[in-house]
């Protein structure tokens, strides 16, 4: 038994924010973002939360996927930006749509999110302990944005993207994944620091610090790699993959990814241009926008990969 994709659905807050908006407080201009990220939008909650998108993004999966929120046996957030530092925002989502057989939980493995999720529930599924899953991406990661930081703040986007699924004969053939902390300086955002009335100081909260050409070194070599790692550990041509679902992170990356890998663009589905880096959702929400314009057909091979903060990445080889 493997895990098959079954329902897919996502979500995105009401306000969209272009880069002629951010003008009116970043010294930037709409031509150098969309240049150097392929960038011209992106989605800011001002009311909802990382939990109210999971959750709204997890209904529409539900009911793509036409099953009973009952039958779910564990709900996994992957999200860097929860409303709070406990309880988990799956715990959330499973109280709101009544997935009262589940077991949920959070992860944290940044715009790698999903693929980690999607990993664990294969997991499972191959060892017979669950045979119905509900992952999620789901960011509201404006609110950890340093918006006087024109070299960050201009990237990110704010959605939810979610999966049901379910043990098959045929879904995924296989997950790679890997971490490297030594690298955790690159791309972090601080919690709450340990100031208290002990220690003399006053709680803080940080903002996110991101070294952008680390960062892209790191994707524009590693996304080549672990693809060219899972085809052939899959003995999987480059021609038989219909789509290859990259994180998206940045245009540029996207497009020497297509380089490295001598895949063509149209083989390289990009929705940047309306979302930004929405980290943990990106993937998701590509995946959802391309089941429902009817690019996605059953039977197709997908390669999905992501990389972000950690640093962390992750792909997963699958048929449709
Ligand atoms: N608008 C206008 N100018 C900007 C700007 C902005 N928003 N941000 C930076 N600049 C300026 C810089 O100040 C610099 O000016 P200077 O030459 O006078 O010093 C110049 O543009 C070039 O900056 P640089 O940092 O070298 O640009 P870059 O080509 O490396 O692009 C990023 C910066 C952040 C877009 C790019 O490094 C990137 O995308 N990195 C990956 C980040 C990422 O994907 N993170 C998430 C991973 S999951």
Known sequence: MTARIIGIGAYAPEQVVTNQDLTKFLDTNDAWIRERTGIGARH?????GTSALATEAAKRA???????????????????????????AAADVQGAIGAKHAVAFDITAACSGFIYALHIVQGFIQAGIYKTALIIGAETLSKVLDWTDRSSCILFGDGAGAAVVRADETGVVKTLVGSDGTKNDVLYCQARSLENCLTGGKPELGFMQMDGQEVFKFAVKKVPEIVNAILEETGTDREAVQHYLLHQANIRILEAASRRLKVPMDKI??????????????????????????????????VMAGFGAGLTWGAALMTW
């Open 62 to 88: 539900i009911a793509d996927a036409g099953i009973s929120p009952e039958e779910i046996e564990i709900v996994i957030v992957a999200t860097s930006s929860p409303d709070r530092a406990f309880p988990s």
């Open 44 to 48: 800011v909650s001002t009311s909802e």
């Open 269 to 302: 589905p990009v929705n940047i241009e309306r979302y930004g880096n929405t980290s943990a959702a990106s993937i998701p929400i590509l995946l959802d926008e391309m089941h429902r314009d009817g690019r996605l057909k059953r039977g197709d091979t997908l």
